[in-house]
């Protein structure tokens, strides 16, 4: 499960955000750009204060590509013993010199490269084996202009899911920021990252330069479940997402389900077993409803609520791997996709092909999952809840 990272400027603010439970404390200066850096001073009085309990983490500034500079301003941030040194990087000519500047850095530090979405097409496709090579403990999707928007407006939650996968999978630590806002949390969740980062959300009007509101840090904080410190960790806990208001909790069973659906959402695909239907994409219309699981008679915030985002980011994720020969294969991929969510008990997917002659031909078919399903049940009926999904 992810873990929250909470931006914050001082002390003060690091008092708030961690008695809002976030998992790790970020020290920066908003004022100063996506990463402005604070004084070393101030990131010392935060580790005074957490005294070991949440990690830290600081932000080394937005540094010109100058190997010197970086490394110099890098290798001050780590003298305060912070848990995990930001560094953020821009395309340019001296990226990989900068990058190996902080080798023997990297040997003794958890070092986190910072990329920024605004400048996605430019930093070249080896870049996740640089940072490997060159010792990185993890790396992070920002936004460096926070002007022209949040994440989500410059990558599609699918594109920012393969930007978990591929860092992922060379072993780095993958974090994700932003502007991210509330309705965000959800969606990229059910990509798997390693933290969630946050700023304005956590603020007064959501204005990332003003103080942190702990009610605001709270209610982000109820959006990530918590993460399991202990054991081996299950693939889906649901005694901690009920505990996070995420699923039914036993006293609580019995309220039933509602359904969330989207009609009609048309997409171009790559699809079709015949020759002719290779090579080219035809539009292919979605029908979805999934039946999920209520936590509450009275839903107030997006833990309560299972957004049809999810469904619509689901299809386009699938969509975006390649061609696909069976519109029936297309289907259960996307009904597995969904099933995953853990409050999802049943789905009902239909997938039409509207090109192939005067109307439309595909399939439709029901899926469910017996054990979710078996949540369903009158209120005072006895309900077990394991730690696996099937």
Do not use: W
């Not at 990463?35 to 309990?53: H, Q, S, Y």
């Not at 560094?87 to 001296?94: L, M």
Request: charged share 25%; aromatic share 6%; hydrophobic share 40%.
């Amino acid at each position: 499960m992810a873990r929250m990272l909470a931006s914050v400027q001082n002390r003060e603010e690091a008092e708030l955000v961690f008695q809002s439970g976030a998992d790790i404390i970020d020290l920066k200066n908003p004022a100063n750009g996506a990463l402005g850096a604070v004084d070393p001073a101030k990131v010392l009085e935060v580790i005074d204060f957490v005294d070991g309990r949440c990690a830290v983490s600081a932000a080394c500034g937005d540094l010109p590509m100058d190997p010197e500079i970086i490394r110099a301003t890098a290798e001050r941030f780590a003298a305060t013993g912070a848990d995990y040194i930001k560094i953020g990087f821009f395309p340019s000519p001296n990226l990989s010199r900068c990058m190996e500047a902080l080798r023997s850095l990297a040997t003794h530090n958890k070092l986190i490269g910072v990329l920024f979405a605004d400048y996605k097409d430019k930093y070249g496709s080896d870049l996740f084996d640089r940072l490997k090579a060159n010792g990185f403990h993890g790396v992070m999707i920002d936004t460096a202009d926070k002007s022209k928007g949040r994440l989500l407006a410059h990558m599609a939650p699918d594109q920012i899911g393969n930007f978990i996968t591929e860092g992922q999978a060379r072993g780095l630590m993958v974090g994700v920021a932003g502007s991210l806002e509330a309705p965000d949390v959800p969606r990229l969740l059910a990509y798997s990252p390693d933290y969630l980062g946050f700023r304005g959300a956590l603020c007064s009007g959501r204005d990332r330069t003003a103080a942190i509101d702990l009610r605001a840090a709270i209610k982000i904080r109820g959006l990530i479940p918590a993460v399991q410190e202990n054991g081996p960790p299950a693939r889906v806990d649901y005694k901690l997402l009920a505990a996070r208001g995420y699923y039914p909790d036993p006293a609580q069973a019995g309220l039933g389900t509602d359904k969330i659906f989207v009609r009609a959402f048309v997409l171009p695909v790559q699809i079709g077993a015949y020759s002719f239907e290779h090579g080219k994409s035809q539009n292919v219309s979605f029908d979805v409803t999934a039946d999920v699981l209520r936590v509450t008679r009275n839903p107030e915030d997006m833990r309560h609520v299972v957004s049809y985002d999810l469904i619509m980011d689901g299809i386009r994720a699938i969509v975006g791997r390649g061609h696909v020969e069976l519109v029936e294969t297309l289907a259960e991929q996307i009904a597995s996709f969904i099933l995953e969510n853990p409050r999802v008990t049943q789905v009902t997917v239909r997938a039409e092909k509207l090109e192939l002659g005067a109307g439309g031909v595909g399939v439709e078919i029901e899926r469910k999952n017996e054990i979710k399903a078996s949540l369903v049940k009158p209120r005072g009926a006895p309900v077990q809840i394991g730690h696996k999904s099937p």
